[in-house]
């Protein structure tokens, strides 16, 4: 005897129209809750101030069942900030490449747009209080790894008209050496630290490298 259940035909396209506009509302809504919980979270965080999920649920003007409706614990939460602020950084980092003229100068403004994160006193001030709420974990090892290939897909352009002949593997390198210098620098006293020479450095290091 048959005991396998019937497969249920796929619906058809006015029926996933009536189940996607019953969906709609709810998934707006919850887009419009996450937004303002990362936004409001992003803030508190960033000034060092207290940040637990009471503070951030109240600058956000929702309640705690809508926190974890969203998000399993508060690291979950920080992890969704910094994947936030990645995204910002790559879509900077583009804006920079995209503005450049010849690519060694999208190659140069694109390590000095990573670098600038740890470098200008604000923005490095913020991310290390980011830093602090987590324990001193920046991230996921997940939301870590899938940084560096977005800014490896952002990096491939000019390295590849560089002359790379291994394009995908040259730029997943350059993305995790600038990431790491990025950190490095974070914690470090930058006070009499030359930001210019060091982007230059870094530049000539991937281009010998890409020569060889």
Not at 143 to 162: F, H, K, N, S
Not at 170 to 183: F, G, H, K, Q, V
């Amino acid at each position: 005897m048959n005991t396998e259940k019937p497969v249920a035909p796929p619906l058809s396209p006015r029926a996933s129209q009536a189940v996607h506009r019953s969906l709609s509302p709810r998934q707006e809504a919850a887009s419009r809750d996450v937004d303002t919980l990362i936004r409001c979270g992003r803030e508190l965080l960033t000034r060092g101030e207290p940040a637990r999920v009471a503070d951030i649920v109240a600058a956000a003007g929702l309640s705690n069942d809508a926190f974890y409706r969203y998000f399993r614990s508060k690291g979950d939460f920080v992890d969704a900030v910094v994947e936030e602020g990645g995204h910002r950084l790559v879509a900077y980092l583009r804006r920079k490449i995209d503005a450049a003229t010849t690519p060694e100068d999208a190659l140069r403004a694109g390590i000095a747009a990573i670098l600038s994160q740890a470098v200008d006193p604000e923005i490095a001030a913020a991310t290390r209080n980011v830093v602090a709420s987590a324990g001193g974990r920046s991230h996921a090892p997940k939301v870590r790894e899938d940084l560096e290939t977005t800014l490896a897909q952002v990096l491939a352009g000019p390295i590849t008209e560089l002359g790379s002949t291994d394009p995908e593997r040259d730029s997943l390198t350059t993305s995790i050496l600038l990431l790491a210098s990025m950190e490095h620098l974070l914690w470090k006293d930058a006070s009499d630290f030359d930001a210019d020479s060091e982007v230059e450095h870094i530049v000539g290091y991937v281009r010998r490298g890409l020569r060889t």
